[in-house]
């Protein structure tokens, strides 16, 4: 009974939207109004981990089956979730989990865990462009296949290609981009990678595709380009600096900006935050081991010490909020499939990854956003948005 009280006295400050606390056949209302949603306890929760990281707490909670959401997953915690300020975070408990080794081997290690579960999994539920980031919904009925294409579409014309130009990819993914960007542009593309996955699955397609003549794909780490000593016309970067940790933003840029052309243009597509903070660890833990999200004015402040010139700055925020919500649905769908290949505890933590994103997003506790910068003074570009 004291647990339950200590459960309950918890979860009173989060009462910006009412909602419902069921537990042992008892039911407590948090906040004023009717209920929003209801959250079932099958088991208690120790305060103690609760304080140490409410995240990890109500997130495994939900893993294992002892927290029900009654309802719809996303409309709870997209009321639930704008209240992230009030959760429970000890850094020094957690400080091995949050500030992981940025060594080139542990990367490697972190990225794979993620990016390599199989590309049979991710078949599931992304498109068939096989894009795992946001997308761009140009109309209100765009399917995610539609709003992907649009991303690309999109990306390549921001970075004003030109027959013969050279392009480079960091975190290339599975290659959608780099072959548009050949078949449409007939730019000569490399893309670099450290998931094996990604880089057979892309192997493959190009071979399909038949380009080899333009594109390649490399097992490579970004730190690696200026032993390289090549440069590129163009360079692109889709939801990749989020890997790479905070003490190495700039050193990123370092080597974008070595393997860039002068005057040449670098897209840089990346999750942001508003302010720097470590990041969530329920997410570390269990989907992004290292994952650090960087705000906006870090990057920009990075670009300029390289002399990179800041051209354009887009917020694409409830792109990836409508995108998200489109893989939720389409995971659902196989979610009998993911528990074959898996099992439920991993089903039910995908499905909390997704939902618990998009709701994020649609509160904007993280933001997308797109930078166009050029290395140097480039005065050859039209003077109005020409994409």
Not at 14 to 19: A, G, I, K, T
Not at 153 to 160: A, F
């Amino acid at each position: 009974m004291l647990e339950e009280n200590v459960l309950i006295s918890f979860l009173e400050k989060f009462n910006q939207y009412p909602f419902l606390v069921k537990t042992n056949k008892k039911e407590y209302k948090i906040g004023d109004g009717e209920p929003e949603f209801a959250v079932k306890f099958n088991k208690e929760i120790p305060l103690s981990d609760l304080l140490t990281s409410t995240s990890i707490a109500l997130g495994e909670a939900y893993m294992n089956g002892e927290l029900e959401i009654e309802g719809d997953l996303y409309y709870a915690l997209d009321h639930f979730l704008g209240q992230m300020d009030k959760f429970s975070t000890d850094e020094s408990a957690l400080k091995k989990l949050v500030f992981t080794s940025l060594s080139k081997k542990n990367q490697q290690k972190e990225v794979q865990s993620h990016y390599d579960i199989g590309n049979d999994f991710y078949k599931l539920w992304l498109d068939n462009t096989m894009s795992y980031s946001c997308g761009y919904f140009v109309h209100d009925d765009d399917t995610l296949y539609q709003a992907q294409v649009n991303k690309v579409d999109y990306i390549l014309k921001k970075l004003d290609l030109k027959k013969g130009m050279s392009l480079l990819d960091i975190g290339c993914g599975w290659g959608f981009l780099l072959i548009e960007a050949a078949k449409k542009y007939g730019v000569c593309g490399t893309g670099i990678t450290l998931s094996r996955e990604q880089y057979k699955e892309f192997k493959k397609r190009i071979v399909n595709e038949g380009l080899e003549s333009l594109l390649d794909v490399e097992l490579m780490d970004y730190r690696d380009l200026p032993k390289h000593k090549k440069q590129y016309d163009r360079i692109v970067s889709v939801g990749m600096v989020e890997h790479v940790g905070r003490d190495n933003y700039q050193l990123f840029m370092d080597c974008a900006k070595r393997a860039l052309k002068p005057g040449g243009l670098f897209l840089l597509h990346f999750i942001s935050a508003l302010k720097e903070h470590p990041g969530d660890p329920w997410i570390k833990k269990y989907i992004f081991p290292g994952g650090m999200v960087p705000s906006l004015r870090e990057m920009v402040s990075c670009a300029a010490e390289d002399g990179f010139h800041t051209l354009d700055i887009e917020n694409l925020r409830m792109h990836y909020n409508r995108t998200l919500l489109c893989w939720e649905k389409n995971y659902k769908e196989h979610l009998d499939e993911v528990k074959r290949m898996f099992d439920e505890r991993f089903a039910r933590m995908w499905d909390l990854y997704l939902s618990s994103c998009a709701a994020t997003f649609h509160n904007g506790i993280i933001e997308l956003h797109q930078i166009l910068l050029s290395n140097g003074v480039n005065n050859d570009l039209p003077m109005v948005r020409w994409y």
